[in-house]
């Protein structure tokens, strides 16, 4: 069964240090979004990005987040200037939307730490 | 806005037993997907079982199954004959309809329950 990848699994970044996290969503997916879980919280929802723009973006998506489908097959989240506190699991999720009615697919995330 | 409660941050249950987890939400949408994900140790998302709104009928998937109260905005999942591989934290989530039909839009989730099977 087809599946969402993400990488890197675990990233490790220096306050202040710009950082991009890769996912490869689905294939013939439409529809794809990011969360992100800080420790011990519950899942958040981020940004949804469909035909190549922002569709809904949450309160947390502020002018220091981007996301990117540079190549067609790439979603990419880009954190500008990294603070302590957006230390967290990031999940990256596609669907096939429309009439569809498919579920999202969530990817196995990508640990955050800022240091 | 929309919200989602599980009351319940941490169950146990023993191998072969029956365990129900909660979840309520508010909402002032009318048409509307609720979902059970889960998330074992190994960290990915998996779709456990969905309900549509506007579906009466209680939505089943082998041993999951789900006791969907709309007018109370309730939607618990049931665990039949658990097995340790049910342990994991099962999240409940919402998703408001798309106008036209799909599913387009983003999940609320829940704070999660962490599961955990005895043997």
């Known amino acids: 069964e087809p599946e969402v990848t993400q990488t890197p699994s675990h990233q490790v970044t220096q306050m202040g240090q710009e950082v991009i996290l890769r996912c490869v969503p689905i294939?013939?997916?439409?529809?794809f979004y990011w969360y992100r879980q800080i420790l011990g919280q519950k899942v958040e929802f981020l940004v949804s990005f469909y035909n190549n723009e922002i569709s809904e973006k949450s309160e947390i998506f502020d002018d220091q987040f981007s996301v990117e489908r540079p190549d067609g097959s790439n979603f990419t989240l880009k954190i500008r200037s990294t603070k302590l506190e957006d230390s967290a699991m990031y999940f990256c999720?596609?669907?096939?939307?429309?009439?569809?009615?498919?579920?999202?697919?969530f990817g196995d995330g990508t640990r955050l730490s800022i240091l | 806005a929309q919200t989602v409660t599980q009351s319940q941050p941490e169950m146990s249950v023993q191998e072969a037993e029956t365990v129900t987890l909660s979840c309520t939400y508010d909402t002032s949408e009318n048409n509307y997907y609720l979902f059970w994900y889960k998330q074992p140790p190994s960290r990915q998302m998996i779709l456990v079982i969905r309900q549509e709104a506007y579906k009466q009928q209680n939505a089943t998937e082998n041993r999951f199954s789900v006791n969907f109260q709309k007018a109370a905005k309730s939607f618990s999942l049931k665990i039949s004959d658990s097995q340790l591989g049910d342990t994991a934290m099962y999240f409940c989530a919402f998703m408001k309809h798309a106008i036209g039909g799909g599913s387009n839009y983003k999940l609320t989730f829940g704070k999660g329950t962490l599961l955990t099977v005895n043997p």
């Open positions: 294939s013939n997916h439409l529809y």
């Open positions: 999720a596609s669907t096939l939307g429309g009439y569809s009615n498919q579920p999202q697919h």
